[in-house]
């Protein structure tokens, strides 16, 4: 029987382990402007570096879309209607005391319906919160693919943030007191995408192991696409699915750009493991830890996780 780990103090570590490693991840790779896949060596330089770890534009979006979640609940909302929904939620429960960058990547978003862009990494890693939400499989994959296509119409990454959710699901609804089930979990997340050929990627991914970085490359096809990237992140987060530092790395060699597959494989890792197996000095150094800290507590609370944790605990 499979013990599932939703005591309130515990899931509360994992959904702030999921928001911070998914930031700090972004943060690591961000230092590369791009560029992917990263040498083993260079990422190691600057995981071990002193400089701050930067609130980035998709750890923004991530948070806002968190805050979203937490705010609107079960009400149902049509892409019409989502923006401003957003820009609502954001005006009443976000003060001016908070990052600057947050509220300005506010407002391009609002502007992607009159014709501006959002990076497609930033929509895909926007997703990360949907897979915490205590909603069945299915309607995990739906509401992925409605706050999907609000930054990106692309139908292929749209099932790229569908894919990215419901693995974030699948690990923050199972229990962590066994070792994962890779092939168990790669044939339940290759049903739930509406694309057939990327499900059958997706379930390529358990069979990699522990190969050499460019023979992973190879065996899943890692083209550089959105969906190329949430593989590289699966694959990362099953070689090292207890260990966030280990799979951030690893997301980071097999393709790029370097900080959106280390903000994925962050994300999967640190939801079965918590925060607090994040490294310490990577935490000191991320900037605005203490507001991450605070959305993935009113995400927790909206789930029903609602017992106090202090910030030191990650």
Known sequence: MTHHDHSTGRARLRIRGCLLAAASGHALGSAFHGAGPVDGGTFDNVARSEDPLPCTDATA?????????????????????????????????VGEEHPPRLRELLDAGGQRQDGGDVAEGTTVC?????????????R??????????????????????????????????????????????????????ADGTFGERLSQAGAVGHRP?????????????????????????????????????DAATLTGP????????????????GGTAIPAPW?????YRELICDV?????AATGSAVPLPSSLA
């Open 296 to 300: 993935g507590d009113e995400l927790a």
């Open 140 to 193: 995990i994959a739906a509401r992925a693919r409605l706050v999907a296509a609000v930054g990106e119409a692309d139908p292929r990454t749209q099932e790229a943030a569908v894919g990215l959710a419901c693995a974030v699901a699948l690990v923050h609804q199972s229990g962590t007191a066994r070792p994962l089930d890779r092939n168990r979990f790669v044939h339940q997340l290759a049903h739930l995408t």
């Open 258 to 273: 370097a900080a959106e597959v280390a903000a994925m494989a962050g994300a999967l890792t640190a939801t079965r493991t």
């Open 283 to 287: 935490l000191r150094r991320l900037r």
């Open 213 to 249: 970085a460019g023979d992973v490359r190879v065996r899943l096809d890692l083209d550089g696409t959105a969906q190329s990237r949430v593989l590289a992140a699966l694959a990362a987060f099953l070689r090292h699915p207890d260990n966030p530092a280990a799979a951030i790395r």
């Open 61 to 93: 979006r991530m948070l806002l879309y968190a805050r979203w979640l937490s705010v609107m609940r079960d009400r149902r909302l049509d892409s019409a209607d989502l923006v401003s929904h957003l820009h609502r939620t954001w005006a009443t429960s």
């Open 126 to 138: 926007a997703v990360i919160p949907v897979g915490l939400s205590p909603l069945p499989l299915p």
